[in-house]
């Protein structure tokens, strides 16, 4: 599982994050650890694909 950075963008990859400290700050920018989301790049970026092919076949009529 990934977590990104609200603020920034940084991508912190790995299992890790839960085991960070409650006062872990982004390398990037200095945000707090609150300002993270887990993400599943894998799934946003099936995801991303189907909506490309949808409004790519839309196109095609």
Do not use: W
């Not at 945000?31 to 189907?50: P, W, Y």
């Amino acid at each position: 599982m990934s977590y990104m950075c609200n603020i920034c963008g940084y991508i912190y990859d790995g299992d890790d994050f839960k085991k960070e400290p409650n006062d872990y700050q982004c390398p990037l920018c200095d945000a707090s650890r609150s300002e993270f989301t887990e993400r599943n790049i894998e799934v946003e970026v099936c995801n991303a694909t189907d909506e490309f092919h949808r409004i790519k076949n839309s196109k095609i009529v």
